[in-house]
């Protein structure tokens, strides 16, 4: 590659070709969360507009509403109903309030795995016609087939998707996504993201992965992890301390449980490392745990066994 272009063609081809969608609905930007915030930069203004989001779930929306002086109007999952979505409640907040610009739904979600059904997603998109975007944020959708609405985009206006090789791709330090969505949308977007957003070496790596036999390993990347997964629920299930076991869509399940903070220092201090929540009151015994290798498996194994017959 000798010319730098603004949105490389050849890149663009492909990540449309893979997501099913026509080239001109696709915009390449550094990681989902570059498309995060292009999105809240566009379509809120300063103190005047609001995003909503429904808590808990990836923590990037609402700093990108943050940082552009848009106010964050909350749909918290209950946890007594297991984290579940309620499109009555998200339709309702939707009504009462005339600033949401964007609705961020995540799926499947960050950190409670679970999907954006069909039923709720044309609920959402219905109530936020004319007025507001409905963002589609699919990080994890390449763990659960069949989940993806990218091809909805050209039959809904105010439908946007946001794919990335960040997750199913292992490919975080890339820094490369897109935002799928109407040509009309990616206009506006392309108006003020940075002139040259991806460097050559960052396209040609991307290029590369989305080659076949790129594809290829990630399709045995993402059939191990569904393999994996299995055998991680089955060594969770039964456990004393597990109260409830959230598997989920993505590659990683969620677990409820007694002394959830105990566990991770315990986990920690004998080299496996367990993503916790501690700043959050809705997921204070929450553990996330991801999938991994068997190895990773048998020394979580081995944990959990020890910490079972640690004395509380
Ligand atoms: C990891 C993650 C992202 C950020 O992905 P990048 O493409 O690396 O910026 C976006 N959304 C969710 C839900 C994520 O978990």
Redesign the pocket.
Known sequence: MSVTEPQPEALVAALADRYGVPADHVLA????????DLLTRVFCRAGQDAVLHCPP??G?YKVAAQAQGADVVSVTRSRESGFALDAGLLVDALRADDRVRLVHL?SP??PTGDRVSENLLQAVLFASQDRALVVV????AEFCPGCSYADRITDFPNLVV?R????AWGS?GL???AVLAQPEVIGLLRRIIAPYPLATPVVSLALRALQPDGVTRQEELVQAIARNKKRLVSLLEGRPFVRQLGPGEANFVRVQGDDAAELLQFSASRGVILRGFPGDAALRDCVRISVGSNADLDALETVLDAWEKEPS
């Not at 930007?29 to 995060?36: A, L, N």
């Not at 944020?137 to 994890?140: G, Q, R």
């Open positions: 930007t550094r990681g989902s969360d570059e498309g995060i779930t990836f990037m995540t979600n960050n944020d699919e990080a994890y946001l990335t090789l960040s997750k975080a820094r490369c996504g």
